[in-house]
């Protein structure tokens, strides 16, 4: 009894899996041609911080990635003056991003914070990076002049995720 009931709930659910997927996958498609990508990475990003502000949950996700994927020391084996690098985001006066830099030597544990204000009106919002083959690092692109900005943790996907949201983020701020 429990293998005929076991055996039927299994081709349901595979029947299920084959024909109700089909049609998600188009929706998906004609939505990502349709431009209804930003639209969703944004009702998801604003679910995932349980707030409808766009703004408030992109400033959280992004200093949540930029602590996540953070420069630390320890990542540094063998390279000279290493470091913890950790970042912070916060708005300034209308249109300005204000990056908090905190640099900590491995060694004495000498702290040194240093603030950047980025004026995003006239910026291209799309973010660049850098990730070299030999390093332990990549580098976030300044949309303003093109020079380092912001450096993290050698990692692609994290990388791409943090120019992804510092992008709608910036597009964001420079609605006002």
């Known amino acids: ?7 039927r709930l299994g081709g349901l659910f595979l029947i299920t899996a084959l024909f109700g997927s089909i049609p998600v996958h188009s929706a998906e498609t ?8 930003p639209a969703r990475y ?3 990003i604003k679910r995932l911080y349980l707030t409808e502000d ?5 400033l959280a996700h992004c200093n949540d990635l930029l602590q996540t994927y953070a420069l630390r020391a320890g990542y540094q084996v063998g390279q000279p003056g290493r470091q913890d690098l950790l970042y912070r985001l916060s708005l300034g006066a209308p249109g300005e991003l ?6 900590r030597a491995a060694e004495g544990g000498q702290v040194a914070v240093r603030n950047s204000r980025l004026s995003v009106f006239g910026v291209d919002p799309f973010i660049r990076y850098d990730c ?9 692109l300044n949309p303003a ?5 912001l450096t993290i943790l050698r990692d692609h996907n994290g990388a791409a995720e943090l120019a992804k949201a510092l992008s709608f983020l910036i597009r964001n701020v420079q609605k006002g």
């Open 42 to 44: 944004l009702a998801e």
């Open 30 to 37: 004609g939505a990502a041609l349709s431009g209804d990508e």
């Open 145 to 149: 002049d093109g020079s380092p900005w």
């Open 54 to 58: 766009e703004r408030k949950a992109l």
């Open 98 to 103: 204000v990056v908090r830099e905190e640099s």
């Open 1 to 7: 009894m429990r293998r005929r009931l076991t055996r």
């Open 132 to 140: 070299p083959h030999n390093g332990v690092s990549c580098v976030l």
